[in-house]
């Protein structure tokens, strides 16, 4: 597992907010509280989706005109839901079972496990939950040993023997556990989060993948050139990531990040008290503290 430098991010580091553009608001709000079971507020233009009386995890907004995903473009590749719990996951697999939403995948990645699907527009999704930190093992490289496992579904399920009926809302405690972003190239991706905002490089085992954290943890953002190798960003307003939060511990570190930004000579707006910024494939960040 990388070790934490004095020129990494603040420990304290997680990801916020997730703002996508979708093609049809109403029937994406419809999926992200059905479907996933996130609680609805309205926003100005849009929506905000959490966990009840939570910060948003997810905003909406919609635009009819919006150009479709292009799976090939930068951009979002998923965001990642954290469940507090085993248990939670498999409430969370009722909810999908129950509406008949069709999975993408289900995996055991060692440190976590994981179910994916995609919102109406293809958006990419995890729902996960996390292993003990003391059950997460290292390679014979010393770093962070993951991997893709089929993920054993009947176990998981049977979390729910002798459960409570499933709720209809993921519980307090989830929150943005990572996103994971399609890049045109690893390398200079690396060089603006691990160079530039100073993520520590946890897992390279993944062939055209790099998996960027904070603390210690096994991954706040994933980069991959899976499908966008070369390519360009989307088309200006078009159904996709927006942007997604960096969220520091504190102002000082907030300023302390900001000064490395402009050391870097890259451009940042400021933003309703944090800033913005784009990274080599045209994604953007929005770094905020608390």
């Known amino acids: 597992m990388s070790a934490t430098t004095a020129s990494s991010i603040a420990a304290g580091t997680t990801v916020g907010t997730v703002a996508l553009t979708v093609s049809d608001l109403e029937r994406s709000r419809a999926f992200y509280e059905t479907v996933l079971g996130l609680a609805a507020r309205e926003l100005d233009g849009g929506v905000a989706l959490g966990a009840p009386d939570a910060p948003a995890l997810v905003t909406l907004r919609g635009d009819p005109a919006a150009a479709a995903l292009d799976l090939r473009a930068t951009g979002l590749f998923h965001l990642a839901l954290l469940t507090p719990s085993r248990l939670e996951l498999a409430y969370a697999l009722a909810r999908v079972a129950r509406t008949r939403w069709p999975l993408t995948g289900a995996s055991d990645h060692l440190v976590s496990e994981a179910l994916y699907l995609n919102d109406p527009d293809g958006n990419g999704i995890e729902i996960y939950r996390d292993r003990d930190r003391s059950e997460w093992g290292t390679d014979e490289h010393g770093q962070l040993a993951m991997a893709t496992l089929r993920l054993d579904l009947q176990s998981l399920s049977d979390e729910l023997a002798g459960a409570a009926p499933v709720p209809e809302r993921l519980p307090k405690g989830t929150r943005m556990g990572h996103v994971h972003l399609q890049v045109s190239d690893v390398a200079a991706a690396e060089a603006f989060y691990a160079g530039v905002l100073g993520f520590d490089v946890t897992v390279r085992g993944y062939p055209g993948a790099l998996f960027v954290s904070a603390g210690g943890y096994h991954h706040h953002?994933?980069?991959?050139?899976?499908?966008?190798?070369?390519?360009?960003?989307?088309?200006?307003?078009a159904v996709g990531l927006r942007s997604f939060e960096v969220r520091l511990p504190d102002r000082a570190e907030l300023e302390r990040l900001l000064a490395r930004v402009s050391a870097a000579g890259l451009a940042a707006e400021t933003l309703d008290g944090g800033a913005v910024l784009r990274d080599p494939s045209g994604n953007a960040v929005v770094l905020r503290c608390g």
């Open 221 to 237: 953002i994933g980069l991959n050139t899976w499908n966008s190798a070369g390519s360009d960003p989307p088309a200006p307003g």
